[in-house]
């Protein structure tokens, strides 16, 4: 009965021995196989999930973004590691993955900070505010429902507060004046609206009939004729027709939001982006704030 076994076992090894060579054929599992410097024994029982790994890495050597990962858990590679001198298998995030995820822990900071912002908290020591408060606060002192205000498009540096400030102004007006208000970061609107179809109409009512809106950071997502025409232009069009105070922050001048929005130098493109800045103009007033980046 043991001579059976042992033989059995053999003819295990022998299989796995003849996996390993050719696995040993492909040069990247040579590389992998050395730089993670492991012994032969360990190599031959992970043969499979070794090249399963090779596999993936050589499909991120050759990929774009998330959009074109071909790796079996999106955005991510399956990774020997080491734990007590065994090896395991755990997914890491590529490259893509790893912006993804820094932004999102950025947002959710981001969105933590605005949920909290009052009025009180503004800095009002910075003298390059103060057009920006004057405004807020003489906002703040003549909203009524139906009162016809224009919003705010607030414009200039990076980290400046341009999202804080508005966001105080919607927090006072929610708690003291019980008015609806949301605030919506634009590339992540796109994204969602993008992933879920199905979402876009209920989505595009709420935002078109929400009391106070803010459309955070504009001129940050990548431009397409359908989030331009379909999603931007139907919100910003339904807004102006009901004269709903509208907000938007922005790293881009007005100017420099209309080259943005133009996809082409095309003239229809143009026009196009004309219509979504005339739009914007018809919504707001345009103020700027360049300041210290309160980010760092």
Avoid at 183 to 209: A, G, H, T, W
Wanted: neutral net charge; contains cysteine.
């Amino acid at each position: 009965m043991e001579k059976v076994t042992m033989t059995l076992n053999e003819k295990i090894d022998e299989e796995l021995e003849k996996e390993l060579k050719e696995s040993l054929k492909n040069k990247e599992f040579c590389n992998l196989v050395k730089r993670l410097k492991l012994d032969k024994s360990i190599v031959k029982k992970n043969n499979s999930k070794l090249m399963d790994t090779c596999d993936e890495l050589n499909n991120c050597s050759n990929c774009k973004g998330l959009f074109m990962c071909k790796n079996k858990v999106n955005g991510y590679v399956l990774y020997p590691s080491f734990e007590n001198d065994s090896i395991k298998f755990i997914y890491m995030p590529c490259k893509y993955q790893k912006a993804l995820l820094e932004k999102e822990k950025e947002m959710n900071a981001k969105i933590n900070e605005l949920d909290n912002a009052r009025m009180k908290d503004i800095d009002i020591t910075d003298k390059n505010r103060v057009n920006v408060i004057k405004w807020i606060k003489d906002f703040y002192d003549k909203y009524e429902p139906f009162c016809n205000l224009k919003g705010l498009f607030l414009h200039g540096s990076f980290g400046s507060g341009k999202s804080f400030l508005i966001a105080a102004l919607f927090n006072e007006l929610f708690l003291q004046k019980n008015v609806k208000t949301e605030i919506v970061y634009f590339p992540e609107l796109l994204r969602n609206m993008k992933d879920d179809f199905s979402l876009v109409e209920d989505k595009l009512n709420y935002l078109q009939n929400i009391d106070l809106l803010l459309i955070d950071d504009i001129g940050a997502e990548s431009v397409t004729n359908w989030g331009r025409d379909e999603i931007l232009g139907t919100i910003l069009q339904y807004r102006m027709n009901h004269k709903l105070p509208t907000f938007f922050t922005s790293n881009l001048t007005i100017d420099e939001l209309e080259n943005h929005l133009s996809l082409t130098k095309g003239s229809e493109d143009k026009v196009k982006a004309r219509r979504i800045i005339e739009r914007i103009k018809q919504l707001t007033d345009d103020l700027e704030l360049i300041s210290v980046n309160r980010r760092n």
